[in-house]
């Protein structure tokens, strides 16, 4: 009887909420909408792992060139040939393979429907639009092949991603393993992944937290849209016969109806977002809509939990109302707002973290429910203070221009909906800072300063083995924006053409190159050097005595054309000096001059260019990048980068950066959404207000000041709570506490900026709702 009774009132409610004329359709659409974004987001979120694991499967099943990989098959007619020819194009990575085919029975990589030949390629659609477009001229230079189609959707792991295959023959002499090998199908095994470190994990789960947390708030905020309007309708409801308690059920149906359109504006909205999604690329990072399906188990949580969180959310706000067939008893002076239980909430999350403090990366993995539960507490707290904290602080405000007098009596009628419309950009904000926080203290165990002396160069030229020193060098010298190369080949010698018991380095270079790897003595072509105190080289003295015939080991290049090349130790050798190369190596062994290189050891040098550059050249870095591709089409150029951070954690990062934007969006669309419905409750009230005789201007400024007062309280709560966050997300990692200002100022300052532009973007419907033509009623 209970739950037939339950039953029969949320239908009333809901018909109610689709059946009271224009208002009741306005206000179910404003309580839609307001859901439905938040729907969306959290659609969009349960999709990310099916996008990761879609993202995976593409890499996965296109997969050729592995590192390690000892297997390569032997030549046949169903086999491949693949080379690596990665490049990069004004800090975007571009994936690049040659192929060629030995037989007519060679697999085909996915997306593609054929070889190309020599002189041909195949590349993605974005990649397409770059070189037909004009910000693609420097790249056009580089991939001079004639396009002959473009790489299908099963080929690619983005909309946005830069990819190639092109023809290319006389692959086999060049097979090593790593950069060039052999094939006889595409998805090789890529190994179990990388296991994350606990640190990287609770950043996730933090991220997960911070992200999802303002959704939450803005959702319950939005189920309450339309409450003096409301308060009306239920008063009428006890005039007819209804109790208390029916009453509130009712109240709950209306809400119940706006919820469960606003689950269908969601699925709308998140279905235009995943459409919009394949044609946008967020910080490097792109998706085809198809990898954006949601996990069924979670979205039949979200259209459970939606619906039931508005009738609950509805019950909870109405447990301290008393409505009476004359009215609702809310426009007399409410109780005062409890402190104790609302601090209960965040010391109840610090107690939950403590036990993790100073835990750091050693201890095993943290406690991945107290994380969470710690997190939410403390977040939630915000929710519970940010109440309290409005109605304390206006209530003690005094007296001012009419404007202010306006906005403090309004805040101090209902502080209550004042501190709902702002809480979700306080979780925002708090939960930034602290995730901004986590990331400064733990940025020093994921970035790693270069190895590279990058005063001294700021690219390198790694050369295949058949492409000229002097050439290369000489090309590159000639290259605008490049001041100064230095070109060095190595190959290996050692004192038996195979298994050799001792071995050393070889370097080739013009005297010039030669200064900026080792101290020389004089110097002129043909003069040979041995470098003997330089790091792990101990052999040089050995194989070093003039006369001796040691083998300079072609093998070391990859050639397999060649075989082991003797060479005779000159008897006018010379000593230098150890000095570290540009990448801050020690290059011990023998030092040679072209001139006493034996010819036929030439190829077994592989060759390395080091750059200095110019930075002041427009697009600098791809004028070199093309001199490198007209080398040799698998010469490659990159640059050389202070500081190098960790994969994992720079995709978490972005992952935040990427997420961040997208709550940034709701809080801003639902702020307006939020201050549309107050401004709309409020036509009469201004009408009237305009009718004797109040500026409009005076209006507008008391808007602004009920917007900006309680997002100052709620700012300064949002830092105190953030940085409190922070600091013991630190010591939980074991990091030194520091506090990250200028996160802190950008946090607060772009949650003060989207308040902002929401009111801005407020008062054209404002001055439009001051017209007297508002007092009318129907």
């Known amino acids: 009887m209970r739950v037939r009774q339950w039953s029969r009132d949320l239908a009333m409610g809901a018909r109610f909420a689709f059946t009271g004329g224009r208002e009741g359709w306005m206000r179910a659409v404003l309580t839609a909408v307001g859901v439905g974004l938040g729907v969306a987001l959290l659609l969009m979120t349960t999709a990310i792992p099916s996008a990761l694991q879609a993202r995976s499967d593409r890499e996965t099943a296109r997969t050729d060139i592995t590192y390690g990989n000892t297997h390569i098959p032997k030549a046949s007619d169903r086999t491949l040939l693949v080379a690596r020819v990665d490049d990069e194009y004004r800090d975007k990575a571009i994936r690049g393979r040659e192929l060629e085919a030995e037989g007519p029975r060679a697999p085909l990589p996915p997306g ?56 290319a023959d006389d692959l086999a002499p060049r097979i090593n393993g790593s950069e060039v090998t052999r094939i006889d199908h595409f998805g090789q095994p890529l190994g179990p992944p990388d296991k994350l470190d606990p640190v990287l994990l609770l950043l996730i789960l933090v991220v997960f937290v911070v992200l999802l947390m303002p959704v939450g708030v803005f959702i319950a905020a939005a189920v309450r849209f339309g409450g003096e309007r409301r308060d009306r309708r239920l008063a009428a409801l006890r005039l007819v016969g209804s109790d208390s308690r029916m009453t509130r059920r009712i109240a709950a149906g209306e809400a119940l109806g706006g919820a469960v359109l606003g689950l269908v504006f969601g699925t709308v909205f998140f279905l235009l977002a995943r459409e919009v999604a394949g044609s946008v690329e967020v910080f490097g990072q792109s998706v085809f809509p198809s990898y954006l399906n949601p996990t069924p188990a979670l979205a039949a ?95 003690r405000l005094g007296n001012g221009g009419v404007a202010w007098q306006l906005a403090v009596r309004r805040l101090q009628l209902s502080s209550g909906t004042a501190a709902r419309m702002v809480n979700g950009v306080a979780v925002a904000v708090a939960g930034a800072i602290a995730l901004q926080m986590l990331f400064a203290g733990v940025e020093g165990d994921y970035t790693k300063a270069s190895t590279h002396d990058v005063m001294r160069a700021q690219m390198e030229v790694r050369l295949p083995y058949d492409v000229p020193l002097d050439r290369a060098r000489e090309q590159l010298a000639r290259t605008k924006g490049v001041q100064q190369v230095t070109a060095v080949g190595s190959s290996w010698t050692g004192d038996k053409k195979k298994d050799a018991d001792l071995s050393t380095a070889l370097t080739v270079g013009d005297c010039a190159s030669l200064r900026e790897v080792a101290k020389l003595p004089t110097c002129h072509d043909g003069d040979v050097f041995a470098v003997t105190d330089a790091e792990y080289d101990t052999d040089v003295r050995k194989l070093g ?56 050891a030439v190829p077994a040098v592989e060759g390395s260019a080091f750059l200095r550059i110019d930075e002041s050249v427009p697009d600098v870095y791809e004028i070199v990048r093309n001199t490198t591709a007209k080398l040799h089409p698998l010469a490659h150029a990159w640059t050389w980068a202070s500081a190098t951070r960790d994969t994992s954690y720079a995709s978490i990062r972005t992952g935040l950066s990427v997420g961040a934007t997208c709550v940034l969006f709701l809080i801003g669309a639902s702020l307006l959404v939020s201050q549309l419905e107050q401004l709309r409750e409020r036509k009469k009230l201004l009408s009237a207000l305009v009718a004797f005789g109040t500026r409009r201007r005076t209006l507008s400024l008391s808007v602004l000041w009920q917007t900006a007062i309680p997002i100052a309280l709620g700012l300064v709560l949002a830092s105190v709570v953030g940085l409190t966050l922070g600091i013991v997300l630190q010591r939980m990692t074991d990091v030194s506490v520091r506090v990250d200002w200028s996160s802190l100022l950008t946090m607060t300052g772009s949650g003060a900026g989207v308040v902002l532009l929401v009111t801005a973007l407020s008062l054209p419907p404002l001055l439009r709702l001051m017209r007297p033509d508002g007092l009318r009623a129907e």
């Open 301 to 395: 949580l979200i259209a459970v939990t939606v619906p039931g969180a508005a009738v609950l959310v509805t019950l909870f706000a109405l447990r301290g109302v008393v409505i009476e067939p004359l009215g609702v008893v809310r426009t007399a002076k409410p109780a005062r707002r409890r402190l104790w239980w609302r601090l209960l909430l965040p010391v109840g999350g610090l107690a939950m973290l403590y036990p993790m403090i100073g835990q750091g990366n050693t201890s095993g993995n943290f406690n991945q429910y107290l994380v969470i539960g710690g997190v939410l507490l403390l977040l939630v707290g915000v929710t519970a203070l940010l109440p309290w904290i409005v109605e304390t602080v206006v209530a």
């Open 545 to 600: 005595k003039p006369g001796r015939t040691i083998y300079i080991d072609p093998s070391y290049s990859g050639s397999v054309a060649n075989r082991e090349i003797p060479w005779t130790v000159p008897r006018g050798i010379k000593e230098a000096g150890v000095r570290k190369d540009p990448t801050n190596s020690e290059r011990g062994g023998f030092l040679i001059t072209p001139g006493a290189l034996p010819a036929k």
């Open 112 to 167: 593609v429907r054929k070889l190309p030949k020599p002189g041909e390629m195949v590349v993605s659609p974005a990649l397409a639009d770059l070189l037909k477009s004009g910000n693609g001229k420097l790249l056009r230079e580089r991939l001079p092949y004639r396009v002959i189609g473009t790489i299908g959707e099963p080929g690619l792991i983005g909309s946005a991603e830069l990819s190639f295959y092109s023809g």
